[in-house]
């Protein structure tokens, strides 16, 4: 269905070509290539140390690549003369490690970036963080710090400080490996819904099941490379040795 | 040598203990002012302001505040620039807090994790939005224990202002001491006296480090 819609549209909202990153002698990305097209969500999945975060974060320039090129919503982010804020305007990222600001209440830290970057007034920013809170049931934590959340719930805080800057596209970063199997649900059913609500996304996960149920495409990292690409079908039949081994369904 | 201890020379202490309080609210100020400068300067993305202020904060550690004293009080006055002994005292304990204070408050800016920063960056804030509205209301957090516990070390230096003929509490007691001579019990109640002013304040101090650790509310952890 999404494929057809694609083509129809020529909508590839995140592309990677060839993408090399060095850290030091350490070759982290040794050219990979992927795109993601409007409304679908790719699930990155791949050993720890396999580049698959890495990728991830070049997509907001939290790193910067050697060669190749990446093309976010229209915009270059290889080039060295990208506006960065403007490019994070359009990409939201959620992190492992929730980074919520605990100096400031979960509404303040969701009006935070709309009225600073947006100008955004405050009435209005508070009400788009009502909404965003409601999407991700959290409505009456509103007035919270977040340390008085749990795990689970200040990760879906921070899914709506994202989403209150209205993204194009969301990229989680093992969003859920700090969590326990119970708060882990909780989050990932927050990202069925935004998948439901037709987001884009890209999700670096360790969640197999989940990716199986979701993902549009599936991108498997293997020392820096793209090992295998395709359907969430590839995680049920892979293709090659490598992702059978990782799967844990042996050859 | 003239009479004993009277009411007009313990007034005269008071006062001096009032220019000490005085001279360490200017240092506080003046020293917090340049400090935050410096604080700014040491993490900036500019190499040469990195460089510039690091220079400027080994150079006045590696000086004695002693010395900083002497150099503006007597040597300003030979480029032209006259300084009373209050100027000289007050921009001396200036650049000597700033150095100090930009130092411990460059290690609380650093001490908010990476993470943080990196949040914000995520946000599209800019630069100084992230500095203002994120990392400083929690370095600020964790600086103000050490800084109220560095206010200690001012209110003591203060007496250094001496050498430049300021009178604040020291001096009033040496110039007491030299019409009286009576060294001991003199040297006592400034004594007393500098602990008076001291010992709140690092209590203080000593409390706001211990509430710190503490959360606002437990954590409703899984």
């Known amino acids: 269905m999404s494929d057809i819609a694609n083509v129809a549209t020529g909508a590839t909202v995140v592309a990677l070509t060839n993408v090399h990153k060095s850290f030091g002698p350490l070759k982290v990305l040794d050219g990979v290539t992927f795109d993601v097209a409007r409304g679908d969500v790719l699930c990155i999945i791949g050993r720890s140390g396999s580049g698959k975060s890495t990728a991830l974060r070049c997509i907001d320039r939290f790193e910067t690549i050697d060669s190749g090129e990446i093309v976010v919503c229209g915009r270059k982010v290889h080039d060295p003369a990208l506006d960065l804020r403007a490019l994070r305007q359009d990409v939201g990222i959620v992190f492992q490690s929730y980074n919520l600001f605990p100096h400031l209440t979960i509404e303040e830290n969701i009006t935070l970036a709309p009225t600073c970057v947006k100008g955004t007034s405050k009435a209005e920013a508070r009400e788009q963080a009502r909404a965003a809170l409601a999407q991700v049931g959290l409505s009456d934590k509103i007035q919270h710090y977040p340390e008085q959340l749990s795990g689970g719930q200040q990760q879906r805080a921070a899914i709506a400080r994202s989403l209150a800057m209205r993204p194009k596209v969301m990229l989680f970063d093992e969003v859920t490996s700090a969590l326990d199997p119970e708060l882990t649900g909780e989050v990932l059913k927050v990202i069925e819904g935004l998948a439901a609500d037709g987001m884009t996304m890209v999700m670096v996960t360790h969640e197999m099941g989940f990716a199986r149920s979701i993902a549009d495409r599936v991108v498997f990292m293997h020392r820096g490379k793209v090992h295998e690409h395709g359907t969430a079908a590839v995680l049920t039949t892979p293709t090659t040795p490598e992702l059978a081994q990782f799967l844990g369904t042996g050859l | ?222």
């Open chain 2, 1 to 222: 040598m003239g009479g004993s201890l009277n009411v007009n020379h313990l007034a005269f202490l008071a006062n001096g203990a009032l220019w000490t309080i005085g001279l360490s609210l200017i240092a506080l100020v003046g020293g917090g002012l340049a400090g935050f400068v410096v604080a700014l300067a040491r993490i900036s993305p500019l190499r040469a302001v990195r460089i510039l202020a690091a220079g400027y904060v080994q150079l006045i550690q590696g000086t004695p505040l002693l010395v900083i004293m002497f150099l503006t009080y007597f040597g300003l006055p030979p480029l032209g620039i006259t300084v009373s002994p209050l100027t000289a005292a007050s921009v001396s304990l200036t650049v000597y807090v700033g150095a100090y204070l930009g130092e411990i408050w460059r290690g609380c800016i650093e001490s908010v994790p990476k993470q943080q920063w990196e949040a914000a960056e995520g946000l599209a804030l800019s630069r100084t939005q992230r500095m203002m509205r994120v990392i400083l209301p929690q370095a600020v957090r964790i600086a103000t224990p050490p800084t109220v516990g560095f206010m200690v070390q001012i209110i003591k230096n203060t007496s250094l202002a001496s050498v430049v003929g300021f009178v604040e509490l020291a001096r009033a007691g040496q110039i007491i001491n030299n019409a009286l001579f009576e060294p001991f019990l003199i040297y006592l109640i400034i004594a007393v006296v500098y602990f008076a002013l001291c010992y709140p304040v690092s209590r203080l101090s000593r409390r706001l480090e211990a509430s710190q650790g503490r959360p606002r509310l437990s954590v409703e952890t899984a």
